[in-house]
């Protein structure tokens, strides 16, 4: 079966600083692997995907996230934090065995950026 | 260009009515998801389809809930005799074809379900 771990709820990070937002996922064969934003009241955007190639995916808003197949994990990470960061961040997995099916989510992670 | 469109944004309905969500895809998406989403939760699979047909229904939660999609674009998510924990977010979304499932789903806002 297929699974995602966002171990934290929420993540607080000073402005300018680098943030990572953790997942480590589940599935029987390959995966491939997303991150998605979640502004109150919208719905989901589509920040970037791991599907093959490059271990380092860069995607919108200069997030990009690192896909490490032997730890299982696909963290999400910034240089530099801007307030208007500040959402919900969620993960999201499906393998490649069942391609056709919907995404499986983690639980998501607050994002909080301060000034 | 257009993005995934749901109707009506918000819907407060009392225990025991019908409920009809409404689904607009991207113009040329194939496939078609249904997500709920509960407080403080990710998005929970429901339903998708391929073209007019639903291909997966297995997170459907019991037989209260229904989709269709007639013409393969529009689609309608049906809730009869809604109950209190039937309350949630519904998100739909699209992409251009389920092939190699390495295609990226565009969410729609998603509609507020409220049963009273």
């Known amino acids: 079966a297929q699974s995602v771990a966002q171990p934290e709820d929420q993540v607080n990070v000073a402005e300018g600083n680098p943030l990572t937002v953790k997942c480590t996922y589940s599935?029987?064969?390959?995966?491939?692997l997303f991150w998605y934003v979640q502004y109150p009241n919208r719905g989901l955007q589509f920040l970037l995907k791991?599907?093959?190639?490059?271990?380092l995916v860069k995607g919108s808003y200069g997030f990009e996230a690192e896909f490490n197949k032997s730890q299982t994990s696909f963290h999400l990470k910034k240089p530099s934090a801007l307030v208007s960061d500040s959402a919900l961040y969620f993960c999201?997995?499906?393998?490649?065995?069942?391609?056709?099916?919907?995404?499986?989510f983690g639980k998501g992670t607050t994002l909080s950026v301060s000034s | 260009g257009a993005g995934v469109s749901q109707t009506p944004s918000n819907k407060v309905t009392e225990k025991g009515k019908y409920v009809e969500l409404r689904c607009d895809p991207i113009?040329?998406?194939?496939?078609l998801y249904w997500y709920r989403q509960s407080l403080g939760q990710g998005p929970e699979f429901l339903i998708y389809?391929?073209?007019?047909?639903?291909?997966?229904d297995s997170g459907l939660p019991n037989d209260r809930f229904f989709a269709v999609r007639p013409e393969g674009s529009v689609s309608t998510l049906k809730i009869q005799r809604t109950e209190r924990g039937d309350s949630a977010v519904y998100l739909c979304?699209?992409?251009?074809?389920?092939?190699?499932?390495?295609?990226?789903?565009?969410f729609g806002p998603g509609t507020r379900l409220t049963v009273l």
């Open positions: 599935v029987s064969g390959n995966p491939y």
């Open positions: 791991y599907i093959t190639g490059d271990n």
């Open positions: 979304a699209s992409s251009p074809s389920t092939s190699g499932g390495a295609y990226e789903q565009f």
């Open positions: 113009s040329g998406h194939t496939a």
């Open positions: 389809f391929q073209g007019t047909g639903a291909a997966d």
């Open positions: 999201a997995v499906r393998d490649i065995l069942e391609a056709g099916t919907a995404l499986i």
